[in-house]
Nanobody, 126 residues
Framework: QLQLVESGGGLVQPGGSLRLSCAAS????????VGWFRQAPGKEREGVSC????????DYADSVKGRFTISRDNAKNTVYLQMNSLKPDDTAVYYC???????????????????WGQGTQVTVSS
């Protein structure tokens, strides 16, 4: 079955850290550019970060720059999102998505993604 599965979400205090994983099954993720998105209750989905399948370059939303880091381990067929210095505003369901092709991340929010994960809840609260 071709799918993406996110994991690593949970409840964390402000200032804490989490690492989300996006594991692909049924296809090789290294031929894909991967984006992370999030959606908070009552808000539209927003792009968080992207890693290019072309050259490994990355892009981040202004709200997470300097706090979040996206990376990939092709041997494990997984993309990660390391989230540090978490804030209550980071609370959302986080999704990963993959698009086939060696795209740079410019405009990643508008890509026509081939696969989406089911989402993982991140709650930042004291």
């Amino acid at each position: 079955q071709l799918q993406l599965v996110e994991s690593g979400g949970g409840l964390v205090q402000p200032g804490g850290s989490l690492r989300l994983s996006c594991a692909a099954s049924g296809f090789a993720l290294d031929y894909y550019s991967v984006g992370w998105f999030r959606q908070a209750p009552g808000k539209e989905r927003e792009g968080v970060s992207c890693i290019s399948g072309r050259d490994g370059s990355t892009d981040y939303a202004d709200s997470v720059k300097g706090r979040f880091t996206i990376s990939r381990d092709n041997a494990k067929n997984t993309v990660y999102l390391q989230m540090n210095s978490l804030k209550p505003d980071d609370t959302a369901v986080y999704y990963c998505a993959a698009v086939h092709g060696f795209y740079y991340c410019s405009g990643y929010v508008s890509f026509e993604y081939d696969y989406w994960g089911q989402g993982t809840q991140v709650t930042v609260s004291s």
